[in-house]
Structures are given as C-alpha cells and as structure tokens.
C-alpha cells in the first residue's frame, strides 16, 4: 500500500511539474512569436531555394511550406497580446494602436499563402508565388516592427 502510494504521488508530482513547464511556454509570447516567425522564414528560404534551383523543384514540398505560413499567420493576433510590447522584443507600440490592421495583414498573409498553392507547378510560378506571399512579411514589418540598428 504505501509503495503504492509513493508510486501515485511520484506520479502526480511529474505530471504537475510538466504541466508547469508547457505553462512557463505558453506565457511567454515574445519568445512564441519569434520562433513563429524564424519559423516562417525557413519556409520562405526552402521555397526561393526552389525557385532559383538550388534545391530541386518539387510542388509538393512548395505547397507544404506555404501551408505551414498560412498556419502561422494564423497564430499571429494571438500571440501579441497587450502589453507585450515590453522586454526583448521588436515589436512596435504602433501594433497596439491599429490591432484591427494588424491582425488584417494577418489574416491576408493566410489567404494568399493558400490561395497560391494552386498555381505552382514550375519554378516560373513559385517565383511569382514568393513574390506575392513575401509583400505581406515586408508590408507588415515595415510599420509593425522596429528596425535593427
Ligand atoms: C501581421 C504582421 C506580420 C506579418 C504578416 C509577418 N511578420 Fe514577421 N514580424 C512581425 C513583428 C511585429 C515582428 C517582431 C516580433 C518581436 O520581436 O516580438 C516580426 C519578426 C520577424 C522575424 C524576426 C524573428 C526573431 O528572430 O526575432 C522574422 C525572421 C520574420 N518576422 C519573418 C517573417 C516572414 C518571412 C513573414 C512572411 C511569411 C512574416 N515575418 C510576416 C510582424 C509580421
């Protein structure tokens, strides 16, 4: 019985300390969104490696990777919540100001990640799918995000 017990409470005890590990995570949104956004330029890298060559065109894995940025867009509003403009961060005051433009951009940088999928099938195409998805990381950074000095 009381082995059983330890068993239980050594149990429990693991499962509350990685509970307050995926909360520690998840209360950090500075650090979400910049992993996010590492994230979506490793996409954009593996798709303008296609375009010019450098890795072999496969729509397939072209299609994958626009994919994932329509789901990252989708993750954006969320994780710049108020008062996250504190700390080691890029992010303007100016998103809070106009988070309803914000969070449009957003939401336009997913449409067009799925609406071009469609369309590509060579390298011709993806170069104008690149360019199409790429004007919303550039529109949104250029009023949204404090530029490196
Ligand atoms: C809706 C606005 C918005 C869109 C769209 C957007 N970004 Fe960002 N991005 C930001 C903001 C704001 C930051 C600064 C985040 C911070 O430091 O807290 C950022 C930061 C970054 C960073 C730096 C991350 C780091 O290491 O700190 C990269 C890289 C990046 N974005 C790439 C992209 C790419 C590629 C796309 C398009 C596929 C994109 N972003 C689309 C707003 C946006």
Not at 1 to 9: A, D, E, S
Not at 22 to 30: E, F, K, T
Not at 54 to 73: D, K, S, T, V
Not at 99 to 124: G, M, N, P, W, Y
Request: aromatic share 4%; with cysteine.
């Amino acid at each position: 019985m009381v082995v059983m017990r330890k068993t239980v409470i050594a149990a429990l005890t693991v499962l509350i300390a990685s509970g307050l590990g995926v909360l520690a995570q998840s209360n950090d949104p500075i650090t979400q969104r910049q992993n996010l956004m590492k994230n979506n330029q490793e996409q954009v890298r593996a798709l303008t490696g296609m375009a010019r060559g450098q890795a072999p065109f496969n729509a397939a894995a072209a299609q994958a990777a626009l994919q994932r940025i329509a789901q990252n867009a989708q993750q954006i509003p969320a994780l710049f919540p108020a008062g996250s403009h504190q700390g080691k961060t890029a992010a303007l005051p100016a998103i809070w100001e106009r988070k309803a433009d914000f969070d449009a951009r957003a939401a336009k940088l997913e449409q067009d990640a799925k609406a071009v999928q469609a369309s590509i099938t060579d390298q011709t195409s993806l170069q104008a799918a690149i360019q199409r998805v790429g004007q919303n990381c550039a529109g949104c950074h250029e009023p949204y995000r404090r530029k490196e000095s």
